[in-house]
């Protein structure tokens, strides 16, 4: 069991392993479980470069947000938070604009239990977190709305996220939904692994998380662009995700070493 108890102490299942905490331990992170890293180690034994195909992810996280900040977005819904890790998106948003608005969401209790390091405001901004999952778009924007302002400009951000939504879950329509609730102007940051590149290490991947009970939905080229559709794309468009904009950010060690299996782009709402 997962959750809140009365009491407000989280409960966290440690008997199967999450991705956010699978993350978290490519990351170097300590906030995992030996069953996360167990699966982690066999994830690693497929393709050792997974720990460097994270931090790809949260550099391209740097740079969008970075990017988006320079041109005056200055509010946030960062949907699949994960366990934080600095610099976090507000860090690198309040760099740039200290009045920026941060909204985190995340579904796994123990992204709850360290929300506080996702609440550091500069005193002129405001960071907030939801405990909700992507596929209750009402929720996440019913909550947002206490803290954006959705009748202006919002960058949502959905990295490394929705290749755990499968399409039976209606991935594409829940991204729909989210846009939907936001205003002209707005923008769509994301990332998506990709079984294009490494199809044998791919579907290997796939089934043993199945087996351990987590939906892994790798997309191609094309569906990833799916999720951009009546978008604007910003240039480069859709490229593999250590290409989009590397001037924005320091390189990721080892990230030339091999094609990154995954996908990144960034788009405006028009």
């Known amino acids: 069991m997962t959750g809140q108890d009365p009491t407000g102490a989280v409960e966290i299942d440690t008997s199967k392993p999450h991705p956010a905490r699978m993350y978290d331990w490519y990351l170097g992170g300590k906030d995992n479980y030996p069953v996360d890293e167990a699966m982690g180690r ?5 393709d050792p470069r997974v720990p460097v195909m994270a931090r790809v992810n949260r550099a391209f996280m740097h740079r969008a947000t970075r990017w988006l900040a320079r041109r005056g977005v200055r509010q946030f819904l960062d949907i699949g938070t994960g366990i934080p890790t600095e610099p976090n998106l507000h860090q690198i948003a309040q760099e740039i604009a200290p009045d920026a608005r941060i909204v985190y969401c995340d579904n796994d209790p123990i992204v ?3 929300a506080a390091a996702l609440l550091r405001s500069t005193p002129e901004g405001v960071t907030e977190y939801v405990q909700a999952d992507v596929r209750d778009p009402a929720t996440i924007a019913e909550s947002a709305a206490k803290v954006l302002d959705l009748s202006r400009p919002v960058a949502l951000s959905l990295v490394a996220l ?3 939504v499968p399409d039976e879950d209606g991935a594409h329509d829940l991204v729909a939904r989210l846009l939907a609730e936001l205003p002209s102007g707005s923008y769509l940051m994301m990332t998506h692994a990709s079984a294009d590149f490494t199809p044998e290490e791919s579907a290997a991947a796939t089934a043993k998380l199945k087996a351990a009970g987590i939906t892994l939905a790798l997309r191609s ?5 799916r999720f951009f559709s009546g978008l604007e794309l910003v240039d480069p468009g859709v490229v593999v995700v250590n290409e989009w904009r ?6 990721v060690p080892g990230e030339r070493d091999g094609i ?4 990144g782009a960034v788009a405006r709402k028009p």
């Open 42 to 46: 066999q994830m690693l034994a497929l």
């Open 112 to 114: 709850l239990a360290h």
């Open 162 to 164: 929705l290749h755990f």
């Open 221 to 225: 080229r094309t569906e990833f662009a």
């Open 246 to 251: 590397r001037e924005l950010g320091e390189p």
């Open 260 to 263: 990154i299996p995954g996908y």
